[in-house]
């Protein structure tokens, strides 16, 4: 069962940039789907994008398109999130998960990573 560590969280100025880690061990990024949510304090989970498992096709939520990116370095085995224009909603802790290929149950989950965007 593949294992997910997210890093790279941290405190921004609004207007940043953050580029946050999601390294998986004990499986191959290219069997997985992996997406990346976030949380609040006080709110739901939501989906922020996800790059399928041939490592090309991505997808964002609305309110990340034109400012994020995700890409993936088979190499070392990791996927990362771009994101620029930082505002302060988007706080949160942020989270990668993976789904096996052909699904959409992300089943997998790391522990999150925080990301503080100041006004």
């Known amino acids: 069962q593949v294992q997910l560590v997210e890093s790279g969280g941290g405190l921004v100025q609004a207007g940043g940039s953050l580029r946050l880690s999601c390294a998986a061990s004990?499986?191959?990024?290219?069997?997985?789907?992996i997406a990346w949510f976030r949380q609040a304090p006080g709110k739901e989970r939501e989906f922020v994008g996800a790059?399928?498992?041939?490592?090309?096709?991505?997808q964002f939520a609305d309110s990340m398109k034109g400012r994020s990116t995700i890409s993936r370095d088979s190499a070392k085995n990791t996927v990362y999130l771009h994101m620029n224009s930082l505002k302060p909603e988007d706080t949160a802790v942020y989270y990668c998960?993976?789904?096996?290929?052909?699904?959409?149950?992300?089943?997998?989950w790391g522990q999150g990573t925080q990301v503080t965007v100041s006004a």
């Open positions: 998960a993976a789904a096996s290929r052909g699904s959409t149950k992300y089943d997998t």
């Open positions: 790059i399928n498992s041939n490592g090309i096709s991505t």
């Open positions: 004990g499986g191959l990024l290219n069997n997985y789907n």
